[in-house]
């Protein structure tokens, strides 16, 4: 890693599980980046998200799960269980489409994670 940041923000979009991709291929990939971030003594901060109902509920559990799953997996990585808290399905807080977050839903994610941080600074 060129830059050392003190943290790193790992989050995912609705998008992986409107793709289809595999639970056990996202935990994967999710769990690298977690390795790569430790082994640089970067810490992290892990944002769930949840999958659309329309994916069937077998899949959006095993989706859900996958994040709380890594939070018991690493005791000491902050977890915040869902990086759209108190702005999806909000109508004021998200573009015409009803799903990606506007610039005042932006502002309520960002005003979110930084009450995370700035409790473990």
Do not use: C
């Not at 109902?53 to 959006?60: F, L, Q, V």
């Not at 000491?76 to 807080?93: I, R």
């Amino acid at each position: 890693m060129k830059s050392k940041p003190d943290w790193v923000v790992l989050a995912l979009g609705g998008n992986d599980a409107l793709r289809g991709l595999l639970p056990t291929e996202i935990k994967k990939n999710l769990k690298e980046a977690i390795d790569i971030a430790k082994s640089n003594h970067i810490n992290v901060l892990l944002a769930g998200m949840k999958a659309p109902p329309n994916m069937g509920k077998d899949y959006t559990e095993r989706f859900e799960n996958v994040f709380s799953e890594l939070a018991k997996a690493y005791p000491d990585m902050t977890f915040m269980p869902f990086l759209l808290e108190g702005v999806g399905g909000e109508a004021n807080l998200n573009l015409p489409d009803g799903i990606h977050p506007n610039e005042k839903g932006h502002e309520v994610i960002a005003q979110h994670l930084f009450g995370i941080l700035k409790k473990q600074l």
